[in-house]
């Protein structure tokens, strides 16, 4: 069994991750999934969440929203609809994302399909989750 699995995360506009890393956790439409070196091999519906992986000794996150999983001989694809670092998420963006989704799903008068109000809630809040994880930074002595 191999020490590490290679992790590859990506959107239809870009390449997110190629790394080695030492586990994954990653949302998939019925529940979160834990992933070690060696796992078995699976294909999965991704879900919409945030996702988290583990290298060095640190973890890093992102927001994740639709797509697939696919692991393979310690290689761990994530195809995902859309994507976005923790780092990159804008918070100001994501709260006013998620209260114009709240408003359209428990205001049924705009005409909004509510599954896609609801989608966009899930999305708005795995990026505010994702956000709300990053590490601080270290202050400079």
Same mark, same amino acid.
């Given at each position: 069994m191999a @020490? &590490?699995? $290679? *992790?590859?995360?990506v959107t239809p506009e870009r390449l997110l991750v190629r790394e080695d890393v @030492? #586990?994954?956790? &990653? %949302? !998939?439409? /019925?529940g979160y999934l834990g992933i070690l070196p060696g796992h078995a091999p699976l294909v999965a519906e991704l879900g919409t969440g945030f996702m988290n992986f583990e290298t060095g000794g640190k973890r890093w996150y992102l927001a994740v929203h639709d797509g697939y999983l696919e692991i393979l001989n /310690? =290689? &761990?694809? &994530? *195809? #995902? $609809?859309a994507a976005e670092r923790a780092e990159e998420i804008d918070v100001e963006r994501a709260k006013t994302d998620m209260k114009k989704a709240q408003e359209r799903v428990f205001n049924p008068? *705009?005409? +909004? @399909? %509510? #599954? +896609? !109000? *609801?989608s966009a809630m899930a999305r708005a809040q795995a990026r505010l989750d994702a956000a709300a994880q990053r590490q %601080?930074? $270290? %202050? #400079? =002595?």
């Open positions: @020490d &590490v699995l $290679t *992790l590859e995360i @030492d #586990a994954v956790q &990653v %949302p !998939a439409v /019925n /310690n =290689r &761990v694809r &994530v *195809l #995902a $609809t008068s *705009l005409g +909004v @399909d %509510p #599954a +896609v !109000a *609801l %601080p930074e $270290t %202050p #400079a =002595r």
